[in-house]
Each structure stands twice: as C-alpha cells, then as structure tokens.
C-alpha cells in the first residue's frame, strides 16, 4: 500500500497498524494539521507517522476517482467444505469492541486484522493482533460501519489464510 486516506473523525490508531506497509508514501487525511495533532497514535506505527500527510484531502467518495490499470486485486481464499480448515468469524459487537475467533489456526505468528471502513468504502481505522484464538479490538468507529476480520500468515508471506469475516453496522 503506497497510500491511505484516513477520515477526520479517527481519534485513535491502534498499535502496529500500518507496521507492514512498508511502501507508504501518503495519507490523505481529511481533517487539518491541528485534527491531526489530535490522534492518538500507538507505536508500532512509523511508516505512518514517515509518510507526507496531505491535509484537508477528500474521502475517496469525493474525489473524482482515476484508474489505476496496475492495481491487482488481493487474493482470496473460496470457502471450503473442511470443518478444519482454518475460519475466522465475527462473534461479538458491543460498546466499543468486537470480539473475533480463529478457529483450526495452530500458527501463533499468524496475524488477526480488524478492518472498519465507512458506508462509502473509505478505511477508517486498521488493527491487528497475533492469533490468540480469541481476539478483542477496541474501537471507537462501530456506528455506520463496515467490519472486515481477515486471519493472514505471517508478516514475510502475507497471504490469506481464511475467508474473510464481514459485518455491517
């Protein structure tokens, strides 16, 4: 990912949620300098705070989209009839916190990442986790939201290792 666009309403990012990104460049943010000053950013998050922020930037919703012919879809794993084949799912909401579960994944370096994006598509807020079995996020976006729990291996592979966990807000 060489860019993000991070809406004005993020008052916090979690630990370690841009640690992979290694080709961030810019964050599109659509709040001031003094909004931004303002967000509490755990450590872990260097090529964020790296990156050159472009401030007051529109969500993607508003700006006038431009193709982008070298952009390759992200891989995804087919749902599979093998009761043991690893699955993350969804299993609570509440207050602030979403539980997730990985289930059949005996890999502790495998990494639980919480996804919350805007009704228009936009990524408000990114955590991850090693895999613990059970998985508590704290987050102060779970209005109007969609919620992605993705179970990837470790950070030098990145690649899926279950079917995404989706639910809508």
């Known amino acids: 990912m060489k860019n993000v666009t991070i809406g004005k309403n993020i008052s916090n990012i979690g630990s ?24 509490h950013i755990a450590s872990g998050n260097e090529k964020l705070l790296n990156a050159t922020i472009h401030y007051n930037s529109p969500m993607p919703s508003e700006a006038t989209p431009t193709p982008n012919p070298t952009v390759t879809p992200v891989p995804t794993v087919k749902p599979t009839a093998d009761p043991s084949a690893p699955s993350v799912e969804i299993t609570e909401v509440w207050d602030g916190f979403v539980t ?9 370096f495998a990494q639980v990442i919480l996804a919350v994006y805007n009704k228009n598509g936009a990524l408000i807020e990114m955590q991850e986790s090693y895999n613990f079995g059970e998985v508590i996020f704290l987050s102060e976006n779970l209005q109007n939201v969609d ?7 470790d950070t030098d592979s990145m690649k899926p290792l279950a079917e995404t966990a989706e639910i809508s807000l």
């Open 16 to 39: 370690n949620a841009f640690i992979l990104c290694f080709d961030l460049t810019d964050v599109y943010y659509g709040g001031s300098k003094e909004d931004w000053e303002k967000i």
């Open 147 to 153: 919620i992605k729990v993705m179970l990837w291996s």
């Open 100 to 108: 997730a579960k990985v289930n059949n994944c005996d890999d502790l």
